[in-house]
């Protein structure tokens, strides 16, 4: 097996693991508190369990394939810390787009509404800064 077919598999067993990791951050969101989710629970808890097992076991094997096939391992070099902060830099970027004079360019706002946007980012950035700053604690 050459180079290309190897980087192939494992480019497979990637998505695959991608997919795998999808499949339970969607049983997971289906049980969240957020007001915003996609999905709502029709998975009963033994269910999420045998998933969750099934899961664990897909990847057991991609691992014992991987070792088997001598295929080069992916060494990660993002840490998580760093990826979570850049996210939540991504979000505080979100809430900057919802200030009163970016909304105007959907149309005229009322005094009243700029007061409620204006509250409504001063509190999202405000909870989003207590998010990151908890990052830097040890």
């Not at 998975?43 to 664990?56: D, F, N, P």
């Not at 088997?68 to 979100?94: K, S, Y």
Request: proline share 3%; no cysteine.
């Amino acid at each position: 097996m050459n180079d290309n077919h190897q980087r192939h598999l494992l480019a497979t067993f990637s998505r695959i693991d991608n997919l795998l990791s999808e499949a339970g951050h969607i049983l997971v969101a289906a049980n969240s508190a957020s007001p915003l989710t996609e999905y709502m629970q029709d998975a009963s808890s033994s269910q999420r369990k045998v998933i969750g097992e099934h899961i664990r076991n897909l990847r057991e094997m991609m691992e014992r394939i991987i070792t088997d096939m001598n295929l080069p391992r992916h060494i990660p070099t993002t840490g998580a810390l760093w990826a979570v902060r850049t996210h939540l830099m991504f979000a505080q970027f979100a809430v900057n787009e919802m200030e009163p004079q970016r909304m105007m360019s959907y149309g005229a706002l009322s005094d009243a509404d700029i007061k409620a946007i204006d509250s409504i980012v001063t509190e999202l950035n405000a909870a989003l800064a207590r998010l990151m700053s908890s990052l830097h604690q040890d």
